[in-house]
């Protein structure tokens, strides 16, 4: 089984300042890793993945995230946030079936001009 | 494409009674997924469907069902609806790769 901790519910930052969202995973086997956005009354979309390879991925709206393995982290960072990026923002797991996503709890994102 | 469709956008049922809620995914995705999200609870995995089979089910009680069309199209309903159901209950549609992709979701209230 996986569990997923995101360590700070609340983050927040002024604007056009770097930002870090904190995730530790637990898993017995390997993983896949996600993150996702979920803005206010809408569903969650996909912000980026690790499944293979580099251990630094990028995804959208200047999102990136660093895998590291012997830390079992996933933190997402951004270098310059934007009022636009006030969100909640989940890290989640599955195994390598992919069939069933475990999440965090979520961290809020506040961006304060 | 058109991305992850759910329908009704938003409900309000009473205790006791059923609701069915309806998720059309990505063309081409065969694999459906439901999670409900509360305050309290987070984001919580129901069960996953490929090609009209359920491959996983979560820790819900059985009042929780679902299932999937040949066209994919799935269907989750809720019977004996509890106040604790009140949730936002999310679809989420994959096909060849790891990732999944979400729809807007159906916000269920119960009273």
């Known amino acids: 089984a996986q569990s997923v901790t995101q360590l700070d519910s609340q983050v927040p930052v002024f604007e056009e300042a770097p930002v870090e969202l904190r995730c530790n995973y637990s898993s017995s086997v390997s993983v896949y890793l996600f993150w996702y956005v979920q803005y206010p009354n809408q569903g969650l979309q996909l912000l980026l993945k690790?499944?293979?390879?580099?251990?630094l991925v990028k995804g959208i709206n200047g999102f990136e995230a660093e895998f590291n393995k012997s830390q079992t982290s996933f933190h997402l960072r951004k270098p310059s946030v934007h009022i636009s990026d006030t969100a909640e923002y989940f890290c989640a797991v599955s195994d390598l079936r992919a069939q069933k996503l475990v999440f965090g709890q979520g961290t809020r994102l506040t961006i304060n001009p | 494409k058109a991305g992850v469709t759910q329908t009704p956008r938003y409900l309000i049922k009473t205790r006791g009674q059923q609701v069915t809620l309806s998720c059309s995914p990505i063309?081409?995705?065969?694999?459906v997924s439901w999670y409900q999200q509360t305050p309290g609870q987070g984001l919580q995995f129901l069960f996953e469907?490929?090609?009209?089979?359920?491959?996983n089910k979560g820790n819900f009680p059985g009042r929780f069902s679902g299932r999937q069309f040949s066209n994919s199209r799935s269907e989750m309903n809720v019977s004996t609806l509890e106040l604790g159901d009140s949730a936002l209950y999310l679809c989420?549609?994959?096909?060849?790769?790891?990732?999944?992709?979400f729809g807007p979701g159906t916000r269920l209230t119960v009273t």
């Open positions: 690790y499944l293979s390879g580099s251990t």
């Open positions: 989420a549609s994959s096909g060849e790769g790891a990732e999944q992709y």
């Open positions: 469907y490929f090609s009209e089979t359920q491959r």
């Open positions: 063309s081409g995705h065969r694999s």
